[in-house]
Structures are given as C-alpha cells and as structure tokens.
Antibody
Framework: QITLKESGPTLVKPTQTLTLTCTFS??????????VGWIRQPPGKALEWLAL???????RYSPSLKSRLTITKDTSKNQVVLTMTNMDPVDTATYYC??????????????WGQGTLVTVSS | DIQMTQSPSSLSASVGDRVTITCRAS??????LNWYQQKPGKAPKLLIY???SLQSGVPSRFSGSGSGTDFTLTISSLQPEDFATYYC????????FGQGTRLEIK
C-alpha cells in the first residue's frame, strides 16, 4: 500500500524559504521507473506542477519556477524534500506530493498525499 | 512550454447523462495525456493515463480518447459521485495541467 504525506510550516513570511518534506511508504525511490513529484494548488485555482525527482536522481523543474526550486531525496529515510526560495503571498497554496510511474507515454501520478496548506503572509 | 486548454470550464449535467470534456494541447503530445478527478478538499485521483488507459479501480463509465493535440474524457452515465472537477495533464515535456472543468449537478 503506497502512502505519501507532506509536512512543513503552515505559515511563512514573504522572502523566506519554504522547506517541505514528503514522507512515503509502500515503495522505494531506488526502484527503476519511479519518481516523486510536487504539485501545488492555490485556493480555488488549478493544479500547478512544480518539480519531480526520479529513482536515478534525475530532477525536473517547472520552467517558470526553476530558479526558486530545489528537490532532493533521501532514499534511506523514504523522504523527498522541496525547497522554494523567496516566498510571496501568491505562493499561498496547498502543496501535494505524489508518486509517479513512468509509462510508455511519459508518466502519471497514481498516488497522492493529502496535501498541506501553506500560507505566505507577514 | 506546452499549454493545456480544457473546455468547457464548467458544465451542468444530470445523473445518467453522457458527458464529454475536451482538452487541447498547444502542440502535438502524441498520447502523453492523463486525466484526474478532484473533489473539494481532496487530493486529485488518477482516472486515465496515456490518453485512453483506465487506471485500476476506476469505473468503466470513464473513458479517454484522442492523440496529438485533441483529447476527450467521457463519462458514459453520470453518477452522483462523479460531480467534481476534472483536470487533464500532459507528460510529453515535463508536466502541465489544464485549468480544470467543474462538473455540477443540474
């Protein structure tokens, strides 16, 4: 049974750096064909993909946010960490992590965490 | 960047109706297209991957079709639990989601 759970601060101040941790179970991020991604959703708005890390440590980032994002993994702890610098109120959103499976047409997110709401405010 | 445009943005329908949601990519993405369902306050749920493959456990009333730039998600007979927001997502070049289609009860 695959589960993922996001953790981190619920409130950050503008200009601060956000660090979110995704702790997962039921799979290993050292298994070929597996990745963990981060997706966010501002209140009442659409989903936005942020970043993804693969089993082989290959990393992908949203082009529009690439300069602010870093994704890392700790395979021994079954964790993936996302950092986002220079937070702004427009970054207020629910942040999800998700398990990604590579298929013949890229990949898809088949398991998701419950999400964590991060508010950016002074 | 590949842009994904869904239509309509919202839709009212009745239980038992056949519903189709469209997703258009700004460039050809072959079959690199997934569909998700999201209910209020919940994480998205994968329905269809690779344009037409039904995710395990998803009812067969959901189907996907299309290739290239134009894709559709069809619900053959709406059930009360299907009223939700639906998102398409391309996986051809990193990932991009559509803006969502909100399916409401008429």
């Amino acid at each position: 049974q695959i589960t993922l759970k996001e953790s981190g601060p619920t409130l950050v101040k503008p200009t601060q750096t956000l660090t979110l941790t995704c702790t997962f179970s039921g799979f290993s991020l050292s298994t070929s064909g597996v990745g963990v991604g981060w997706i966010r959703q501002p209140p009442g708005k659409a989903l936005e993909w942020l970043a993804l890390i693969y089993w082989d440590d290959d990393k992908r980032y949203s082009p529009s946010l690439k300069s602010r994002l870093t994704i890392t993994k700790d395979t021994s702890k079954n964790q993936v960490v996302l950092t986002m610098t220079n937070m702004d109120p427009v970054d207020t959103a629910t942040y999800y992590c998700a398990h990604e499976v590579i298929d013949e047409y890229g990949g898809h997110f088949d398991y998701w965490g419950q999400g964590t709401l991060v508010t950016v405010s002074s | 960047d590949i842009q994904m445009t869904q239509s309509p943005s919202s839709l009212s329908a009745s239980v038992g109706d056949r519903v189709t949601i469209t997703c258009r990519a700004s460039q050809s993405i072959s079959s690199y297209l997934n569909w998700y369902q999201q209910k209020p306050g919940k994480a998205p749920k994968l329905l269809i991957y690779a344009a037409s493959s039904l995710q395990s456990g998803v009812p067969s009333r959901f189907s996907g079709s299309g290739s290239g730039t134009d894709f559709t998600l069809t619900i053959s007979s709406l059930q009360p639990e299907d009223f939700a927001t639906y998102y398409c997502q391309q996986s051809y070049s990193t990932f991009t989601f559509g803006q969502g289609t909100r399916l409401e009860i008429k």
